[in-house]
């Protein structure tokens, strides 16, 4: 994956967080940035889509990714 802007769309960043949790869908930031996720302000980002309801948030460094967040990555 490329280096995303701050603009990165709500799908591109669900997307990543969801290949790095893999079936779990629990993520910790650091596995994100494994897989390449570099996203500047990403705490500001996930609080909005905590917002949206498609993650929710477990840990200042981690969040899940909600039924709504897998449906919307499937209608995407």
């Not at 280096?3 to 967080?17: N, S």
């Not at 940035?33 to 905590?50: H, Q, R, S, W």
């Not at 969040?63 to 709504?68: A, D, L, P, S, V």
Request: hydrophobic fraction near 45%; charged fraction near 25%.
């Amino acid at each position: 994956m490329k280096k995303m802007g701050v603009l990165a769309t709500e799908q591109e960043l669900l997307a990543a967080l969801s290949k790095a949790g893999g079936q779990s869908n629990r993520v910790r930031l650091s596995q994100a940035f494994k897989v390449g996720l570099e996203i500047p302000y990403i705490e500001t980002l996930l609080a909005y889509l905590d917002k949206a309801g498609l993650v929710a948030l477990t840990g200042l460094r981690s969040c899940r990714i909600t039924e709504k967040g897998r449906q919307f990555l499937k209608t995407a």
